[in-house]
């Protein structure tokens, strides 16, 4: 009997931390990468398409509006942007990879919003690029993510004069079978300098904070490097970390929790990048 009960305690602590705010409702299909990922989306004449030369991105992750642990510092970036506003160092766009928000929840997706406007109009950054987080969607909230979010969906593609950049949908720990067949296929038959981006790191991996199919982050990862990726960006473990591998594999600090954010910088013509790590 005591055993049959510890089965069921432990069954039902398994299923409670699936999601840090309850269960993953699992009948929901938005909850489902392969659901999410039926396809690639290529955008086409986005506001960045034209870009060229020498320009920076802003890079953030695990913003996490709503929390309520901590407000995510948006006067300290709101400060560093107007120092640098007007100069060679201003990002032009923006990815954001995702836990944008900490539940879900529509009124966080206001939050997020309104921050995101701030962004464009205060400091003329063109477009912000979404990655779906695991915290954005728990709760069944992928609705909320994709009606909010642009481009709207999870998986896709657009490209600038001489580099192509892809976002991936990570935010269930898992790329699929389906939706890493068909990024295959694309990186495969385009020869650009590419740039991938998405909510879970590609190496780092601590416990629950990583791809944790290993097969499936190693056929990644081999797809990665025959297919001429400059580098890859990814949050969701809220520190920084950097490796080398051929590919620069960036793990990306909490906006939110660590108060720091990332820039790339990008020189089309040499085809080369390099990123510079904020502490404001």
């Known amino acids: 009997m005591n055993r049959f009960l510890g089965k069921i305690f432990i069954g039902l602590f398994l299923f409670s931390v699936t999601a840090c705010y309850g269960s993953w409702n699992i009948f929901y299909d938005g909850n489902n990468v392969d659901y999410r990922t039926r396809s690639l989306q290529d955008l086409k004449d986005t506001e960045v398409s034209a870009l060229s030369g020498k320009y920076r991105v802003l890079v953030l992750t695990d913003t996490h509006f709503g929390s309520n642990r901590k407000n995510p510092p948006v006067e300290k970036l709101y400060d560093w942007l107007d120092s640098v506003k007007g100069t060679d160092k201003a990002p ?42 695991n915290h954005d969607i728990y709760q069944s909230h992928w609705d909320n993510w994709k009606n909010n979010c642009y481009p709207h969906t999870s998986f896709y593609k657009f490209k600038t004069a001489g580099l192509s950049w892809y976002c991936l949908d990570t935010a269930s720990g898992t790329l699929g079978r389906q939706q890493y067949e068909i990024f295959k296929r694309a990186v495969e038959s385009d020869s650009n300098p590419k740039i991938v981006f998405s909510h879970y790191p590609l190496t780092e991996y ?30 969701h473990n809220h520190y920084y970390h950097c490796l080398d591998m051929g590919l620069k594999d960036y793990c990306c600090p909490s906006f939110c929790y660590n108060e720091k954010w990332v820039v790339l910088c990008v020189d089309e013509e040499k085809g080369t990048t390099s990123v510079e790590l904020i502490k404001n």
Do not use: H, P
Request: hydrophobic letters at 35%; a negative charge; aromatic letters at 12%.
């Open 206 to 235: 601590n416990l629950a904070f990583g791809l944790g199919e290993t097969t499936e982050r190693n056929l990644l990862i081999s797809s990665l490097l025959k297919n001429n990726v400059l580098c890859y960006f990814g949050g």
């Open 92 to 133: 032009v766009f923006a990815l954001s990879l995702g836990d944008s928000t900490d539940t879900g929840s529509q009124a966080e997706f206001d939050e997020y919003l309104k921050f995101c406007n701030n962004l464009k109009s205060r400091y003329g950054i063109k477009m912000i690029f979404n990655s779906c987080g």
